[in-house]
Nanobody, 121 residues
């Protein structure tokens, strides 16, 4: 069983940046980031394939967020720029058993505990 641990969340002003990290206890394949704001459903944020060559993003974050990975460190990152108050949420890292996955949370097998990101206006 792979365990995922997120870090890097916090409080930031609108327009600022944060970098989230997700460290895996073992080898992971495709990885994703999701988020969930209070009272809302979990939302897809970003995906990266095992080799890192295939990435895609949710419409709300395109052009502002970048997902990357370092397989030597079993770590995935989410670089968040131009943050907005509506980006406030708990951000979850997710891991798939497949080399490529998709935007559905049901396609992921492992989940982290989440890290809070709060963007003030």
């Amino acid at each position: 069983q792979v365990q995922l641990v997120e870090s890097g969340g916090g409080l930031v002003q609108a327009g600022g940046s944060l970098r989230l990290s997700c460290a895996a206890s073992g080898r992971t394949y495709a990885m994703g980031w999701f988020r969930q704001a209070p009272g809302k459903e979990r939302e897809f944020v970003a995906h990266i394939s095992w080799g890192g060559s295939i990435t895609y993003y949710g419409d709300a974050v395109k052009g502002r967020f970048t997902i990357s990975r370092d397989n030597a460190k079993n770590t995935v990152y989410l670089h968040m720029n131009s943050l907005k108050p509506e980006d406030t949420a708990v951000y979850y890292c997710a891991g798939s058993k497949n080399y490529i996955s998709d935007s559905s949370e049901f396609s992921y097998n492992y989940w982290g505990q989440g890290t809070q990101v709060t963007v003030s206006s």
